[in-house]
């Protein structure tokens, strides 16, 4: 079951289950990134067969911290009370690296957003991190779904 992947994959290598307050919100940040690429292109590719470059594109014009920001701006108030700390906590972070296509602003809070979604997927609630993307997809009006 996709909503329990982390759970699968810890039993699969053999890795104990970490206490997710131990973690930094950059290293949440870190692997939520790569769950919120996961997420939108598996929406793509789940769509049909089309040419991979404009799969890449579409994804691309979605997975990255401009769009990440808005989205998290526009589900902010959705957002739980522990989720809301854990988006404070990744865009408050101190991020070693720079935005190259947006602003200081909007990388922090896409920090914040990934921070979000890698707590989500390391509490292995895959079903929330989906809801709350899906729901930024049709706040934003983003035609992904279509």
């Known amino acids: 079951m996709a909503a329990d992947l982390n759970e699968y ?17 950059l ?3 870190y692997i939520g990134d ?16 089309t040419a991979v470059n404009n799969l890449h594109k579409k994804a691309s014009s979605i997975v990255k ?5 808005d ?11 522990e989720e809301q ?3 404070r906590r990744g865009r408050n972070s101190k991020p070693h690296t720079k935005a190259k296509n947006a602003s200081t602003i909007e990388y922090l809070d896409a920090t914040g957003f990934e ?16 809801e709350l993307v899906k729901l930024g997809i ?9």
């Open 9 to 25: 994959l810890n039993g699969k290598f053999g890795i104990e289950s970490q206490d997710i307050r131990t973690y930094s919100p």
């Open 27 to 29: 290293t949440l940040a």
């Open 34 to 49: 790569a769950i919120f690429d996961v997420i939108i292109r598996s929406i793509l590719v789940n769509k049909g067969n």
């Open 65 to 69: 911290a401009k769009t990440q920001s």
């Open 71 to 81: 989205m998290v701006k526009a589900i902010m108030d959705e957002l739980t009370e």
């Open 85 to 87: 700390d854990y988006y």
């Open 115 to 130: 921070a979000v979604m890698g707590f989500l997927y390391l509490t292995d609630n895959m079903d929330r991190a989906c």
């Open 138 to 146: 049709e706040t934003l009006g983003l035609d992904i779904l279509d």
